[in-house]
């Protein structure tokens, strides 16, 4: 009887113990934000924000008020998910839900990726506005200086899904520096840099083939800024140029500098697999 007590109560520490340690292992990982199922229904207040009536939370007072109607029916719901078919209709007015664009540029030297320059300088939006009437924005950033490749889309769910940290998009760079690479620092690359943010390392880095000792092939998933100029500073080198040539699987193949596509069904299919 007396081990059975010992037992129970070593049973109950045990617990104690394992439920601590599991809430420290959830206070330590970082999570995100969910990631986007892209399923073909979309929630109200979403639907009319993409449709460019109003905010999101603007929306939620409008469907509140009962002047949004579904297939001629007041919603009030403000959960209430609107499926492909459905009419939506804001004031009488009938609400065409967006076409969602997907555009690859090849982003030329000299064009921010913010789409509004405070100085009135050159940005990539100039770039794509024939490719469709819809606005599209960069789903990551580039430097004014670095070239290559850029995806563009209205699709705001695919740019949540390609910068989550559980997706981490991969990306391959054409690194020019101002100074020969040798195998040393190109290991230390993969082995981890500490920067002030934090230690950094890409999954590969290899001399690019036919081209000089100041010319390598960058591989990584991070999303810092300027992340690879900063690695090759850290290391007492200089980036003179550096272009993205590879981007989620997307390839700059028969893609001219400063020139625009749109993708494929299959590539857009692609993006929106989850991993």
Known sequence: ???????????????????RK?????????KGDPLPSFSDEV?????????GICSRREA????????VMINDKVVTELGYKVKIDDEVKYDGETIKSVVKRYVLLNKPKGFGTVINDPKGRK??????????????FPVDKLDRETTGLLLMTNDSDLMKKLNHPRYQSKKIYHVELNKSVS?????????????????TKVSNAEHVDGGSSKEIGIELSSGKTKVIKRLFEAMGFTVVKLD?????????????????RH????????LKMTK
Do not use: W
């Open 183 to 199: 195998s040393i620092h190109l290991n230390k690359l993969m082995s981890g840099i500490d920067l002030e943010d934090g230690k």
């Open 263 to 270: 993708l494929t069904k299959n590539e857009i299919s692609f």
């Open 1 to 19: 009887m007396t081990s059975e007590r010992k037992n129970s109560k070593s049973d109950k520490n045990i617990s104690k113990r394992d439920k």
């Open 43 to 51: 929630r109200l207040n979403k639907f009319l924000s993409n449709a």
């Open 60 to 67: 939620d007072v409008l469907i509140a008020a009962g002047v």
């Open 123 to 136: 940005t990539v939006t100039s770039l794509v506005q024939k490719a469709c009437k819809e606005m599209l």
């Open 244 to 260: 993205r040539v590879r981007y989620a699987g997307l390839t700059k193949k028969d893609l001219p500098r400063g020139m625009y």
């Open 22 to 30: 599991y809430i420290e292992f959830r206070q330590k990982v970082k």
